[in-house]
């Protein structure tokens, strides 16, 4: 299997750094020098790649409008934002549009490379599953997880899903009841190395919530168990 990796980023000396460290990964690396060329090769692609490496802040289009477009495109891929420290607003409303992750410039080749490894073994685990004719599905309550085909139904109705949320919804369904904290999350979903900021999975969870909830802003699912975490609640 490919590793297939598309990196937009319109400073050159970043671009070469990244594309120099996936490539030493094993990463097959197509690279774009702003937003458009970075839509127009994942096209000519017929988007054969596995994720997706996006600077917030580019030319032509940023990061942020080219995650929402490759998010239209497809569901399971993975992207992974770069910003700045100063762009805190910008972490968010990039995992609101879709992101999976984000990594905080200036960082080193070792914290991309991990990022990045974790979410291709997420990407690479449903894969196989779907091409073993994976079937199980996990129900609750309305809700049915297919674990063949990443997807969530509500009363028969499909919700896309990114790899992010659908682990985090695979890891609600297998605890079903229990409050879980928000470091147990992180470490079930983004997995033991990773280095980021725990308010990644409130972030998650509040996309979650706006795509599951009948009331959003009064959540009776995916329910908050202050001072700790989430739990998952069905009738």
Not at 20 to 38: D, F, H, K, P, Q
Not at 112 to 127: F, K, M, S, T
């Amino acid at each position: 299997m490919m590793k297939n990796i598309l990196v937009a980023e319109d400073e050159n000396a970043i671009r070469d750094f990244v594309v120099i460290n996936l490539e030493r990964a094993g990463y097959n690396v197509t690279e774009a020098e702003n937003g458009a060329v970075a839509l127009k090769k994942y096209d000519e692609a017929n988007g054969d790649f596995d994720i997706a490496v996006l600077d917030i802040m580019m030319p032509e289009l940023d990061g942020l409008s080219v995650c929402k477009e490759l998010r239209k495109r497809n569901g399971n891929l993975g992207i992974i934002m770069l910003t700045a420290k100063t762009q805190e607003m910008d972490k968010v409303t990039g995992l609101m549009h879709g992101a999976d992750d984000y990594v905080t410039k200036p960082f080193s080749p070792m914290e991309l490379v991990a990022r990045v490894d974790a979410l291709y073994r997420r990407i690479a685990i449903a894969e196989m599953r779907s091409e073993n004719n994976f079937k199980e599905e996990i129900k609750s309550g309305d809700f049915t997880l297919n674990l063949k085909h990443h997807s969530l139904k509500k009363s028969g109705r499909r919700i896309d899903l990114t790899q992010v949320e659908f682990q985090i919804m695979e890891y609600f369904f297998s605890n079903p009841g229990t409050a879980l904290d928000r470091s147990a999350i992180l470490k079930y979903v983004w997995g033991d190395q990773y280095v980021g900021e725990e308010k990644i999975v409130d972030v998650n969870i509040r996309r979650l919530r706006m795509k599951i909830e009948d009331n959003p802003s009064a959540p009776k699912y995916i329910v908050t168990v202050w001072g700790l975490g989430y739990k998952w609640e069905v009738n």
